[in-house]
């Protein structure tokens, strides 16, 4: 079969267009962001008309999914764990209303939060909702599971989830394809009330759910890709998970690990498998990416008195990703000193592009905050975040999506007034618009900023689904026309756009400001674009 150099992410979108999905839905999110754009630059999937979308916000992406599993086809839908979040009510209700077409929840978690507000293990969730949890080592794995995933998934007629992490994602190796397969033709579930969760049905529905999980472990405990790997040196038993299995293997050169090792790639925890493992030997080292979840489990059943070593009692941090050299510490191997960090690649912090429109926004902000004072600037998630780093230090909060607004109001209500939320133009339309409408509902002395660069900066430029919609979204919501101003943030504006911000901010009541102008990353792509076209046209 063909072989393929892929990213984790690529892994499972060639994975899901190969193994017969015919939707994938998603909201941008890092680490998770190039598999859905792998889909929808596929001519692969275009031909087998596999509909590949970006969504308002994740919850919206798995319902979408949902239903199109409803109607018997294989769809995947695709969030970061903090996305999980928002999605949560849809994913824990999923569960109870089962699947008919196959359906995955693919988690992209971010250990070390690379670029994230939080490191949240999306295990919890998937144990939370009762449902199977497949967790690959490599990208060849990735690839296997995908398909293994549809066919769990319609085997017990419930979603499965695939959780994966950052170093995952965003490495690179050889995959191996299997044989495509063809799509689902479209078809209604046999039981038409399974989906109606009323009280009655979804009592059933949940009945249902408790009644499998015995087979979901014992499928686990028959899976091929949990495993028992037989050791000499009864000492220490290993559980190594997901992606730590790789980072117990890169310590030895010969792959032949002394000691007794459990894979587990899949959930429920194969208990038969680590029964064994701590009958055999001494003590236990479970190793795993994100929180100790395996570990509290194994310690719950496992309570007979032996040492279980990870990250609760400090063998391996508590927080934060693993790598070769923490699991090496952790077997006690010596570590050869290593040459220090080139301050060539030493960590910077990270800042605004040169030319972003953001900059002129907060610099116009700040000036006109100076008159009443420091610490009243709410703001959510994207890439005007970085204005709380020098030399701007222009915003005062950033917990999730949506909360700037929702902030601002509760400030406002406090007597925190004048108070102004900051947000972006996508993530206004993902989380923001709910809060927009209880401020106006409220008549909150709220002064909110819409940062309309028009697009999802700070993923890679995917579209907004504000695009062209934010005044006629405001408009809609409720909030006055006349205090719905657009500015164009340029420092040649700086004075005509403090006027338009102070005057807002004097007003008493609910009004948006929206800087525009484009993205300056979009931009120059754009520019490059056009002048590709026009050399190509000239015949140069």
């Known amino acids: 079969m063909q072989k393929m150099l892929l990213l984790g ?57 949902l239903g199109m599993s409803y109607a018997g086809q294989r769809t995947m839908t695709c969030m970061k764990h903090v996305g999980l979040n928002v999605a949560a009510d849809a994913f824990i209700n999923s569960s109870i209303t089962g699947a008919n077409g196959g359906i995955i929840f693919l988690v ?61 994602a965003h490495s690179r190796s050889g995959v191996v394809r ?26 059933k529905q949940y009945q249902k759910l408790v009644m499998n999980q015995p087979m979901f472990l014992q499928e686990s405990e028959q899976s091929s890709f949990n495993a028992y790997v037989p050791g000499k040196d009864k000492r220490m038993g290993i559980i190594a998970c997901g992606l730590a299995f790789n980072y117990l293997m ?7 690990v002394p000691y007794p090792v459990v894979k587990v790639m899949q959930y429920p925890l194969p208990e038969k498998h680590i029964r064994k493992l701590y009958e055999e030997c001494d003590s236990l080292l479970v190793l795993e990416e994100g929180y100790p979840i395996a570990e509290e489990m194994i310690k719950g059943f496992l309570n007979l008195g032996k040492t279980v070593k990870g ?81 701007y230090e222009s915003i005062n909060s950033c917990v999730d999506m949506g909360a700037s607004i929702t902030m601002a109001k509760g400030a406002a209500d406090a007597g925190l007034v004048p108070a102004v939320a900051v947000i972006g133009d996508s993530t206004f339309t993902h989380s923001g618009m709910t809060g ?31 695009l062209g919609k934010i005044e006629q979204i405001c408009k809609g919501i409720g909030v006055e026309e006349d205090h719905i101003r657009v500015i164009k943030p340029l420092r040649k504006k700086h004075e005509e756009n403090m006027k338009v911000i102070r005057e807002e901010m004097e007003y008493d009541g609910v009004s948006v400001i929206i800087p525009r102008r484009e993205c300056i990353q979009t931009l120059n792509k754009r520019m490059r674009e056009k002048f590709k076209e026009k050399t190509k046209a000239a015949g140069k």
């Open 250 to 256: 890169e310590n030895y050169s010969d792959r032949s």
């Open 178 to 203: 299997k044989p495509a397969r063809p799509q689902n033709k479209a078809g209604l579930p046999a039981n038409l009330r399974q989906f109606v969760l009323l009280p009655a049905i979804a009592r």
């Open 436 to 466: 927009l409408l209880d401020a106006v509902n409220s008549k909150s002395n709220i002064t909110v900023i819409i940062l309309d660069n028009a697009t999802t900066g700070m993923t890679g430029g995917q579209p907004s689904a504000a």
């Open 311 to 391: 990250r609760l009692d400090g063998t391996l941090p508590r927080t934060g990703e693993l790598n070769p050299t923490l699991v090496a510490a952790a077997l006690g191997i010596a570590q050869e000193e290593t040459l220090g960090i080139p301050s060539l690649v030493a960590p910077r912090p990270p800042s605004f592009c040169a030319g972003c429109p953001h900059i002129d926004s907060f610099i116009d902000l700040n000036e006109v905050i100076e008159t009443y004072g420091k610490g009243r600037v709410f703001s959510d998630i994207g890439c005007y975040t970085l204005s709380a780093l020098p030399p």
């Open 108 to 168: 992209a978690d971010d250990p070390s939060m690379h670029s994230s507000q939080n490191e949240q293990d999306s295990r919890f969730y998937g144990k939370f909702a009762m449902i199977p949890i497949l967790e690959p080592s490599n990208q060849q794995e990735a690839y296997d599971m995908v398909h293994y995933g549809f066919d769990l998934s319609e085997k017990f007629q419930v979603p499965v989830m695939i959780r994966i992490t950052t170093r995952l």
């Open 9 to 65: 992410d690529e892994a499972i979108a060639q994975a899901a267009i190969d193994a017969g999905m015919s939707g994938i839905y998603a909201y941008p999110g890092t680490p998770s962001t190039e598999i859905n754009e792998y889909v929808m630059a596929s001519k692969e999937a275009r031909e087998k008309g596999i509909v590949a979308s970006w969504c308002a916000n994740e919850k919206t992406a798995a319902e979408t999914a």
